[in-house]
């Protein structure tokens, strides 16, 4: 930070040097105060030749999906970000809030815009309940592909109530089975990129790694013949949130088989942290990503 008191003059003479100052210049009291922001990704450099894509980001107010969505939109892909602000709702419940604040939706998309000069939709949308619209989204933007984050994500609040189990199993099955089925309906070539959990596989240890992938299994038929079989390696979940997941795996090898589906799930651990390079370009609310207080992750 550069303070000027009034009546000094601050004179940026390098032209060539403008275009890397990254912050804001305002008066606070008597003085002039030029914050440098944290050094963000070079943006100019970002693209390396890569084909840009259409991208619908599913959950992109979330955690992950937020600066998946910046992550895209930095390297000139266009981003459509699809959310029921549900997670937001659910924070209102628990009476709770991201222990980094946030701002709204239109706060942090504007916010962008204004210090990259790129454009990131947002559309609002429950997936588990408006397949019409989920199907018309599809057809309109033709996406190369969709990253789906628009669960919900907690284990502990899936436990709380028969209520929250319920709530859990409809909206995580449903948003699945939706946006699966309306990929088969649009007939559109789009590749699904899906977050599971490694939770999905409990919390004890058969003391092998689990394969990526099918596992080749040797199973013995009804004559004690060997069978050979590519199965998913079986699940064992400990709470509705871990149960839906599982679940989903399911969803995904089925389009996979029976409609052809281009789809990749990953069984990911646990994801922390606060910044990325494309959320630290804005030292205010506007940009960070939301961190979750008290319901626990997975
Ligand atoms: N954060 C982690 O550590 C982690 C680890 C493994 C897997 N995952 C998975 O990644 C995904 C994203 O996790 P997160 O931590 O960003 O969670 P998050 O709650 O911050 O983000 C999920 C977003 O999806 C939206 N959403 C939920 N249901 C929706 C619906 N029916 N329609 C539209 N939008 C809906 C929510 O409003 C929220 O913005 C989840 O599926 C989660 O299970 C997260």
Redesign the pocket.
Known sequence: MLQLARGMVLTLAARDSLPSFNGSIRFAGNFLRVDRLPRGPDLRGARKGARELKVLV??G?????WPTALHLSARDHQVVI???????VIDEELGCESLTPITSIGERLASWHARTGRNIEFVQ????REFDALLDLLRSEEPAAVVH?????SAPYSMKTSRHKRYTVN?NLN?TNNLLAAVVESALDIHVVH???MGVYGYSTPGLTIPEGYLSATLTDDSGASVRAEILYPTNPGSIYHLT?SQDQLLFAFYAKNEGLRVTDLH?????GTQTPETALDDSPSTAS?M?ATTG??
Do not use: H, P, Y
């Open positions: 599913l959950g107010d979330g955690f992950c999906g699809v959310d029921n602000l549900s997670r937001r949308l429950d997936l588990s984050f628009a669960e919900q994500r909206n948003a977050l599971g959990t997941k990911q651990g646990i994801v922390w939301t979750m992750r997975c």
